[in-house]
């Protein structure tokens, strides 16, 4: 007989194909390698390979930097309301598209998802005109209704397709049983998008974190974490503290997604 076809499941990728991704991934994260080696070089105003000595000196004096401190406290707030508002507004508008009927459902869709989808200097040239029609100043509002804009899809996206992999035979269930709205929505429905709202709300939690095109034209005079980094790149002798930080990001930041991945994941294999 003859073997099978390679074209199953257990075929290897060709090896052109493994060296194409293993070059994408070391274009990806070799930057982030150098940002790495350099949180620890002794030398604070160049940056010479190999580094001439390794110190932990500047991790101390980040510690004790305090206008880091504020400005990693304006972006944990800011990146904690801008997800709450994202969750709320993100999962109304995926029941509303995906359960409701109603003309326009696409274009709704489209609208949700068209700030992500826009360069974020043209939503943050949206949003700074709209502050200057109305007058408002520049404050920590401000800048969560920038990060909203973006934040939400992630949220929709997550609960759209939770909501399309399930099915309403549960809830018509409860319905039968003599369950209200608001009772079915607690207990068949929102267990059920349990783990699509933590991950899409730990997603929106990075992306608020770390965001700097928006913030910008948001902010006025404020300094999130990201936009204080940005500006001590024009300090070179602050450039090993701003290592430092940015490491600190890099963790913040990648730990949410992570989890947000293996919780999107878990829920896909839950619905087989």
Not at 101 to 121: D, K, N, S, W
Not at 231 to 239: G, I
Not at 256 to 266: K, N, Q, Y
Request: with cysteine.
């Amino acid at each position: 007989m003859r073997s099978k076809s390679k074209t199953g499941t257990g075929e290897r990728a060709p090896l052109a194909l493994k060296l194409a991704a293993l070059g994408a991934i070391l274009f990806l994260h070799l930057p982030l390698l150098v940002v790495f080696l350099y949180a620890f070089t002794t030398d604070e105003a160049t940056l010479s390979f190999p580094p001439p000595g390794l110190t932990l000196r500047w991790f101390s004096l980040a510690w004790e930097r305090a206008d880091l401190w504020q400005a990693f406290s304006l972006s944990l707030r800011v990146a904690a309301v801008s997800t709450a508002v994202a969750v709320v507004l993100g999962t109304l508008a995926a029941l509303a598209v995906v359960r409701g009927r109603f003309a326009g459902r696409e274009m709704v869709t489209l609208l949700v998802i068209l700030p992500i989808a826009l360069p974020g200097i043209v939503t943050g040239i949206a949003l700074r005109s709209g502050l200057a029609l109305t007058g408002l100043p520049f404050s920590f509002w401000t800048i969560v209704a920038g990060h909203g804009t973006f934040c939400i899809v992630t949220v929709y996206n997550n609960v759209a397709a939770r909501l399309r992999r399930t099915g309403r035979s549960q809830i018509e269930a409860s319905m039968d049983l003599g369950a209200d709205t608001f009772q079915t929505f607690r207990r068949i429905v929102l267990p059920g998008l349990a783990t699509a709202l933590l991950a899409g709300g730990m997603l929106a939690f990075s992306l608020s974190f770390d965001e700097v095109i928006v913030t910008t034209f948001t902010a006025g005079q404020q300094r999130t974490l990201p936009i204080w980094i940005l500006d001590q790149l024009t300090r070179p002798r602050d450039r090993p503290v701003t290592n430092v930080t940015a490491l600190f990001v890099i963790a913040v930041t990648t730990l949410p997604i992570l989890l947000a991945h293996r919780l999107s994941g878990g829920g896909g294999r839950e619905e087989r």
